[in-house]
C-alpha cells in the first residue's frame, strides 16, 4: 500500500497533504506549503507529493514542485508520473506543462477575480429588491456547516498522509476542522501513517468538534504544534497522549528566516483584517490609522502595506484606507505577488503593526520586532503563543482567559520583547499603541540577533520532528540524525 507501479518508480512513495487553503488566496500557508514540500522532497527526492487543492492550475503556479490532487473532482491522484517518479522524459513533460500553464493561471485569476464581499453585496441587492416587491420576508440566518466531501480517492494509495500546518482546528473554521478529521480518521482505518504538523489548534469549545477530536487525534502518530501555550494542553484534554506531542513552532518561519536582509529596515509595516471571526469597531480602526500614520511621520519613514490574504480582499480593502494622507507610502503588492515578495517587504521594515498572524511569523523569524493587534480570543491565542515563542511576551496566559482578559502593560511591555500585544478594544488604545512602536523601534537593533537565534531553534525543532514523520515510512523510527541547520542557515 501507499507505493507506486513498477511503470511509475518502483518503491517511490506516494504522500497526500492536507491543508487549510484549498483555494490557495493566502501567502502565510502557501509559504508553510513550500517549506513542507521542500523538505520532504531533501528526504523523498523522487516521492509523488499530493496536495488537496481545489485549484489546480493555481498550485502549479505557485507550488510546480507537488502535484494537485483537486479535493472537489474526487481527489484522485493524476495519470502522470509525477515529480521524480517514473523516466525522465515524463518527469520533463509536467514540468515543460507546468512552467506554461501555472504562471498564466495565477495571472487570469488576479485579473479576472472579483472578491467575494462585492459578489455577496450584489446577490443582497438583487434578493432585497425582489423580497420588496412580492413582500417575502428575510430570512433567518442558517448557520449549518455544509455537507463535507467524500475521503480522497487518492488516500488508499497513499503511503503518508500529513495534516499540514495552519489555524483550522477550531470553532471558527468547523468545515476545515471535520474535513481534516475525517482524513485523518481515514487513513487510520486503512493503516496509513498520519500526522500532523505545525498546527495552531482551538479555541475549540464546540461540543461536536471536540467530541470528534476526542475520537480521532489520539490515534494521530505525531502532532507538531506551532507554540506551547494552548495547543499541548488542548490536545491532552481531547486524549492525546504527550508522547505524540511536540512544539516545533511555524512551518513559515525556515522560509521567512532565508529571506533575512543583513542590513535594518527602515519601514514602518502596516496590514489591518478585518473578518466575520476578528471584528474591529471603527473607532478602532480610525485610532489605529491614525497613530500609525502619526508615527510614520514623526520618525521620518514611509509607511509599508502589507498583503498577505487575498481572500476576500480581507487585507487589501481595510489596510490600504489606513494609508491616506500618509507623509510617505510603499507601493503595495500585486494580487499575483508571492509569499516571497511579502517576506521581502518585511524585511524592508524596522517595525510593523500586524493583525494578520503570518506577517508577525515573516517579521520575527527576520529579526524584526512587531507590534500585534487582536480583536479575538481566536488572534489573542496565535499571538500570544508565537510571543512565546520567541520569548517575547511574558504574560501568563494560563491564568487569564485570553479571549477577554488584557495583558497588563508590565507584561505587554516586558523587557527584550519582540512581539507587543495590543487590543483594539483597550480604552487607552492610541497610547498603548503608541508606546509600542516607539520603544521597538528604539530596541529592533538590540532585539535583532536574538529573535534571529529563536528561528534557528524552531527550524531546527521542525525538522527534528520530521525525522520522527520519516520513520513511520521508512521503518528507522526516525532515528537518523539531524542535519545541523542552524550553521547551514546561518551561513547562507
Known amino acids: 500500500m501507499g507505493q507506486t507501479g513498477a511503470g511509475d518508480g518502483a518503491g517511490k512513495h506516494r504522500v497526500l497533504i492536507d ?6 488566496r493566502n501567502r502565510g500557508d502557501i509559504a508553510m506549503m513550500v517549506m513542507t514540500v521542500e523538505r520532504l522532497r531533501e528526504r523523498w527526492p523522487h516521492a509523488r507529493i499530493g496536495m488537496l487543492t481545489d485549484q489546480p492550475h493555481i498550485l502549479n503556479g505557485l507550488l510546480p514542485q507537488a502535484e494537485p490532487v483537486v479535493a472537489y473532482a474526487g481527489g484522485q491522484w493524476g495519470r502522470g508520473s509525477g515529480w521524480g517518479a517514473g523516466g525522465v522524459p515524463g518527469r520533463l513533460d509536467r514540468a515543460a506543462a507546468v512552467h506554461l500553464t501555472g504562471p498564466a493561471a495565477v495571472q487570469w485569476r488576479a485579473l479576472t477575480e472579483v472578491p467575494k464581499h462585492h459578489l455577496r453585496e450584489a446577490r443582497d441587492r438583487v434578493r432585497d429588491g425582489v423580497r420588496a416587491l412580492t413582500g417575502e420576508p428575510r430570512p433567518e440566518r442558517d448557520d449549518g456547516m455544509p455537507d463535507l466531501p467524500p475521503v480522497p480517492a487518492a488516500l488508499a494509495d497513499s503511503a503518508l498522509v500529513i495534516a499540514q500546518g495552519g489555524g483550522y482546528m477550531t470553532d471558527i473554521d468547523k468545515y476545515q476542522a471535520h474535513r481534516t478529521l475525517n482524513l485523518l480518521e481515514a487513513a487510520q482505518q486503512h493503516g496509513i501513517p498520519n500526522v500532523m504538523i505545525g498546527q495552531g489548534l482551538g479555541p475549540m469549545n464546540d461540543p461536536e ?31 492525546v497522549h504527550s508522547d505524540r506531542i511536540l512544539v516545533t513552532g511555524d512551518d513559515a518561519v525556515e522560509f521567512a528566516y532565508r529571506l533575512r536582509r543583513p542590513e535594518i529596515g527602515t519601514d514602518l509595516g502596516l496590514c489591518l483584517r478585518i473578518s466575520d471571526y476578528s471584528k474591529v469597531s471603527d473607532s478602532a480602526r480610525d485610532t489605529l ?40 507610502t510603499r507601493p503595495v503588492i500585486a494580487r499575483t505577488g508571492t509569499a516571497q515578495d511579502v517576506a521581502r517587504q518585511v524585511s524592508r521594515c524596522r517595525v510593523l503593526v500586524t493583525s494578520a498572524y503570518h506577517l508577525a511569523v515573516f517579521a520575527l523569524s527576520q529579526g524584526i520586532p512587531a507590534v500585534a493587534v487582536t480583536a479575538s480570543q481566536y488572534y489573542d491565542d496565535k499571538f500570544y503563543g508565537l510571543a512565546d515563542m520567541f520569548e517575547a511576551s511574558t504574560a501568563d496566559a494560563s491564568t487569564a482567559d485570553a479571549g477577554t482578559a488584557q495583558a497588563s502593560t508590565a507584561e505587554s511591555e516586558a523587557a527584550g520583547a519582540g512581539l507587543r500585544i495590543v487590543h483594539l478594544d483597550s480604552e487607552h488604545l492610541e497610547t498603548e499603541l503608541t508606546r509600542a512602536i516607539r520603544q521597538l523601534w528604539e530596541a529592533a537593533p538590540d532585539l535583532r540577533d536574538t529573535l534571529q537565534r529563536k528561528a534557528v531553534e524552531q527550524i531546527d525543532a521542525g525538522r527534528a520532528g520530521l525525522e520522527r514523520v520519516y520513520g513511520l515510512v521508512d521503518g528507522d523510527g526516525g532515528n537518523r540524525p539531524v542535519a545541523d541547520s542552524a550553521v547551514s542557515l546561518q551561513g547562507e
Open 19 to 24: 491543508n487549510g487553503e484549498y483555494w490557495l
Open 209 to 239: 468538534l471536540l467530541r470528534r477530536a476526542a475520537t480521532v487525534l489520539p490515534g494521530v502518530d505525531l502532532i507538531a504544534v506551532r507554540e506551547g501555550l494552548r495547543g499541548p494542553e488542548l490536545l491532552e484534554q481531547v486524549g
Open 289 to 328: 490609522g491614525e497613530v500609525v500614520r502619526r508615527e510614520g511621520r514623526a520618525l521620518g519613514t514611509a509607511l509599508a502595506p502589507l498583503i498577505i490574504s487575498e481572500y476576500d480582499d480581507e487585507d487589501r480593502r481595510h489596510t490600504l484606507p489606513l494609508l491616506g494622507g500618509a507623509h510617505r
